[in-house]
């Protein structure tokens, strides 16, 4: 009797129950078991196109070792929103991500929707922005994800501190925010 197909197997398996547990521990929300923040406000999505900087960030792998980071929104042909993300890299090479987003929640138009990948969507809340949309607090439900947005590249180390608050405020762990280097 072969056992090798049954041993493949078991090993995929084993593999299988092991991400799935790591999967588990990973980061959740960063005060724990506490409710998820839901967006402060209604957008008026109009006023939230164009570009933005970004002050800082939870450090994702995709973004790992970004710099100069900017978020291009235009609204598309079809009503969808056009997403061009970009950063510089410490080599100094520019690369950029082109994606598309869409509104899940018509009633308040906070809560996106936003794909890189083909049919793959990941949630993209709008937690928090000033009223005149010089600045923006993005997350999303899990808590794994934090962007401080502006419309100015350097703002100023008082506004860098009163979006970090106002995150503290929403629940997230602020030690945790990788400051972006603009230039």
């Given at each position: 009797?072969?056992?090798?197909p049954i041993?493949?197997?078991a090993?995929?398996v084993?593999?299988?129950?092991?991400?799935?547990?790591?999967?588990?521990?990973?980061?959740k929300?960063?005060?724990?078991n506490?409710?998820?923040?839901?967006?402060?406000?209604?957008v008026d999505?109009?006023?939230?196109l164009?570009?933005?900087?970004e002050l800082?960030?939870?450090?994702?792998?995709?973004?790992?070792?970004?710099?100069?980071?900017?978020?291009?929104?235009?609204?598309?042909?079809?009503?969808?929103?056009?997403?061009?993300?970009?950063?510089?890299?410490?080599?100094?090479?520019?690369?950029?991500?082109?994606g598309?987003?869409?509104?899940?929640?018509?009633a308040?138009?906070?809560?996106?929707?936003v794909?890189?990948?083909?049919?793959f969507?990941?949630?993209?809340?709008?937690?928090?922005h000033?009223?005149?949309?010089s600045?923006?607090?993005?997350?999303?439900?899990s808590?794994?994800?934090?962007?401080?947005l502006?419309?100015d590249?350097?703002?100023g180390?008082?506004?860098?501190?009163?979006?970090?608050?106002?995150?503290?405020?929403?629940?997230?762990?602020?030690?945790?925010l990788?400051?972006?280097?603009?230039p």
């Amino acid at each position: 009797m072969n056992r090798k197909p049954i041993l493949a197997f078991a090993a995929l398996v084993a593999a299988g129950t092991l991400l799935a547990g790591c999967a588990a521990l990973g980061p959740k929300h960063p005060v724990g078991n506490a409710a998820v923040p839901q967006p402060a406000k209604s957008v008026d999505l109009t006023r939230y196109l164009g570009r933005w900087y970004e002050l800082a960030r939870y450090e994702q792998g995709f973004q790992k070792d970004c710099d100069s980071v900017t978020a291009d929104y235009s609204l598309r042909e079809d009503g969808g929103i056009a997403v061009l993300n970009s950063c510089v890299k410490p080599d100094g090479k520019k690369t950029s991500a082109t994606g598309k987003a869409k509104i899940v929640d018509e009633a308040t138009k906070a809560k996106l929707k936003v794909s890189f990948f083909g049919p793959f969507y990941a949630d993209y809340w709008v937690l928090d922005h000033a009223e005149d949309y010089s600045w923006s607090i993005v997350g999303e439900p899990s808590g794994r994800y934090l962007w401080l947005l502006s419309r100015d590249a350097a703002p100023g180390q008082a506004r860098l501190d009163e979006l970090t608050a106002r995150a503290r405020a929403l629940g997230y762990d602020t030690s945790m925010l990788r400051i972006t280097k603009q230039p």
